[in-house]
């Protein structure tokens, strides 16, 4: 598993901002931890990550697809896949916050029925678990990811803080350097764009969004917002 710093990330920055876009077609889904763990105050920064998260691809009409899954006890939101880039900000921003338990195989699972029902045949599928802690079932959590990639669904996880489980984390993500370990909600802006590597290899692309990323982490935070 990855622990990512700050100067990793921005370190492939450039002099100028490409105007690329992530020009492969796949379809991606995140699937949002939001249990009684995680403060207001992390969730809406969460919220918005998500939210900016649609800027970094080319969403639209046979182009990229975007769904979202919040789970908790249950499955409290879900977000089927769209090409729709103002609703998927806007639906980022509205996520609930049940404040319940962790029952990230009830998240996984919906996100895999997702990509059943809207899956696009032959276009690539990748599913992102972003968690703070250890789930309630963790052998029915790596049960249900091994489902997922079984269907051809890439896997990653991100877990947040230090109550995070390595093991849980990697046996989610389809390989061990897909699974991601950051200290806090606040540097979760800047670490998903390492995600897309893998699913939108360009380079160019990657300098690209990283650059967009380090700028609207810098404003959002530097206001305070």
């Not at 939210?51 to 990229?64: A, K, L, N, Q, Y």
């Amino acid at each position: 598993m990855k622990f990512l710093r700050d100067d990793e990330v921005y370190s492939v920055m450039g002099r100028k901002i490409f105007t690329l876009g992530c020009k492969e077609l796949f379809d991606l889904a995140f699937v949002i931890d939001g249990s009684d763990s995680i403060s207001a105050g992390d969730f809406e920064t969460l919220r918005e990550s998500i939210s900016r998260m649609v800027d970094g691809f080319h969403i639209g009409s046979g182009e990229t697809r975007m769904g979202i899954v919040v789970y908790s006890k249950d499955v409290a939101f879900t977000v089927p896949l769209s090409d729709d880039r103002v609703y998927l900000k806007n639906q980022a921003r509205i996520m609930p916050h049940p404040r319940e338990g962790t029952n990230t195989h009830l998240g996984i699972e919906a996100m895999t029925e997702l990509f059943r029902k809207d899956g696009r045949d032959g276009v690539p599928k990748a599913g992102v678990v972003v968690t703070d802690g250890i789930s309630k079932e963790s052998d029915k959590t790596l049960r249900f990811a091994q489902i997922a990639r079984d269907l051809g669904i890439n896997m990653f996880s991100v877990g947040v803080g230090r109550y995070t489980e390595e093991k849980e984390l990697i046996g989610i993500a389809s390989s061990p350097n897909q699974a991601i370990n950051v200290e806090s909600f606040d540097e979760l802006l800047s670490i998903l764009t390492k995600l897309v590597q893998l699913v939108c290899p360009s380079m160019w692309f990657m300098f690209f969004l990283l650059c967009v990323f380090k700028k609207l982490f810098f404003i959002h935070f530097s206001n305070g917002d």
